[in-house]
């Protein structure tokens, strides 16, 4: 997805105060040591791919099928962040001390490990229930293998109760909003799993 695409998204709706600069810059320090991870990693980094290009696909069909009643492009939706008021992606793995205009941190000192995959868990979990409507297969299993990698001991996770109902035209503007903030935050996640896998490789 290019910087300008990405950039055009977030300025035009309210998807937080991190994701941007999540998206488009993750600093890293020179020398960061982590604790090798109980779960692979590479796994990890692999479904996150096919998560992030199951979402991006999952958007183009719905704009090229008109299946919501309209084009459901960012100009005509709201785009909220869905997962603010629980542990995420964004306020587990980043810091948010980084200044005026400065791009978003990776700090060793402060950084979470376990935290930060289970907020990228709680997200996952959270993107599911509320685009369940959609029925779109491929992003329901690219998020439950996913899931399954992040927390390989945990059971099955019920079919969720569908946050947005189709049958209202503001319940379909609804769901093509968390649909831009989920290829958004699918960003995000992918790129959080490369910086880790590849410190982890390193120490």
Known sequence: MAEHSIRS?????????WVLPAVLCLLLPSTWALPAPAHSLAKGLNCSRSLLAAANEALLQVQK???????????EVDLEDVTNSQINTIKSCISEDTGAGKCPVLESSTLDMSKCLQGIYEDLKTYKAELWNLKDL???????????????RSPATPQPSPSTILGSFQGRMRLCGVLHAFCLRA???SRMLSYLSALTAET
């Open 187 to 189: 960003v995000t996640i």
């Open 65 to 75: 099928q008109g299946v919501l009643g309209f084009e459901c492009t960012l100009e």
């Open 138 to 152: 491929r992003v329901l299993t690219s998020i439950d293998d996913m899931m399954q990698v992040l927390q390989p």
């Open 9 to 17: 998204r977030a300025a035009q709706l309210g998807v937080g105060r």
